[in-house]
């Protein structure tokens, strides 16, 4: 099969509403491909409930009704095999619509908001995310952005899923939030962000201390699992044309893992929402303002029998009918400023635009 039958392909899959994802992971070839044939996926309420479960799955930062957490059972492994004949129905054209984005007075507010409880050392650390909406033109292809975005982002994990109940999100993020198969596993800090025009790259002592909060996290995290990790950082890692720093975490699990119980307990981790863990977990859901919804939530392949790979959803979009809204956010701390963070936002979200053509 063709690119261009694959994009075709995966348009119409998108237009018949099917529950799928495609995937490619970091530094492989070629993609992976997951589709539920028929009936609905399966929704949950509770994270534990993926103990001993097995699909593709959809992960919201927060659940909720309006976005529950999603398995797609994966009845068709190969893009080759779905029916070619639903190629060819054209999307309804939609009239254009005017969007109202936060802009950079707004942000600010926002940003004295989400820093005073820093400064008073009521929270240690909060991650301040926003969307910014772009009209969706006539001849954006969801399957064409997705194998642009594999080409350019080769070390990342590149996707593109759609279900009734999430919609369809395309993204490219360098997360790992658990990986592994038989007895090897790891999971990732990453934190801390650099935008280089160089390849020299320093950092200041924000985003150590950044990296440091989702290190320890993640270390307390695990043991509290009974699991005894190898760890591995921090290092340099580059995600397109931004860096970050990466800790490794390496470890054994059970026989008969509970892989919900464990994700439960790690997600949501420092790196996307903040510490202590409840209050920045409440304080963002009370206070920045919109529902992040499958942004800063994870995604992957989940099979503790065979293999698992599942990504915290970073740099992603969601797509509309008439509308793209792309994600971004940074972590602040005390030492944090308006400029830098703004900026840090402005950076990230180019990850997804520069592919929408």
Request: net charge positive; glycine share 8%; charged share 25%.
């Amino acid at each position: 099969m063709s690119t261009g039958n694959r994009h075709q392909l995966l348009d119409a899959l998108i237009e018949q509403d099917t529950c799928f994802a495609i995937y490619r992971l970091p530094g492989e070839a070629s993609p992976r491909f997951v589709m539920q044939r028929s009936g609905a996926a399966a929704l949950y309420n509770d994270m534990e409930a993926l103990d001993g479960e097995s699909g593709f799955v959809i992960a919201p930062f927060r659940i909720s009704s309006g976005s529950p957490l999603i398995v797609i059972r994966a009845d068709c492994t190969d893009l080759t095999e779905v029916d070619r004949t639903i190629i060819g129905k054209r999307r309804p054209e939609v009239k254009g619509e005017r969007f109202n984005n936060i802009d950079k007075a707004a942000y600010s507010r926002l940003f004295q908001q989400f820093h005073a409880p820093l400064l008073k050392g009521e929270i240690k650390k909060l991650v301040l995310s926003r969307s910014k909406t772009i009209g969706r033109e006539e001849a954006f292809s969801p399957g064409r952005s997705f194998f642009r975005a594999a080409e350019k982002y080769t070390h990342s994990c590149v996707f593109l899923f759609h279900t009734p109940q999430s919609g369809t999100w395309l993204g490219s993020t360098p997360e790992i939030l658990l990986a592994g198969s038989g007895s090897g596993w790891q999971t990732v800090a990453l934190a801390g962000t650099r935008f280089p025009n160089t390849g020299n790259i320093s950092w200041d002592d924000k985003n150590l201390r950044e990296q440091h909060l989702v290190t320890s996290y993640l270390l307390k995290q695990l043991t509290s699992f009974q699991v005894a990790a190898e760890i591995n950082g921090p290092y340099t890692i580059k995600a397109g044309k931004l860096a970050h720093l990466r800790t490794d975490f390496s470890f054994s699990l059970p026989d008969n893992p509970k892989i919900g119980t464990l994700l439960k307990r790690l997600h949501p981790t420092p790196a996307v929402s903040g510490l202590p863990k409840e209050e920045a977990f409440r304080f963002i859901n009370e206070q920045e303002g919109y529902d992040r919804r499958y942004y800063t939530g994870f995604l992957g392949m989940l099979d503790p029998w065979a293999e698992t790979n599942l990504y915290v959803n970073l740099r992603c979009m969601f797509i509309g009918k008439s509308s793209l809204t792309l994600y971004a956010g940074s972590g602040l701390l005390p030492s944090s400023t308006c400029r830098d963070e703004w900026k840090e936002t402005e950076q990230k979200l180019k990850t997804m635009a520069s592919i929408v053509k």
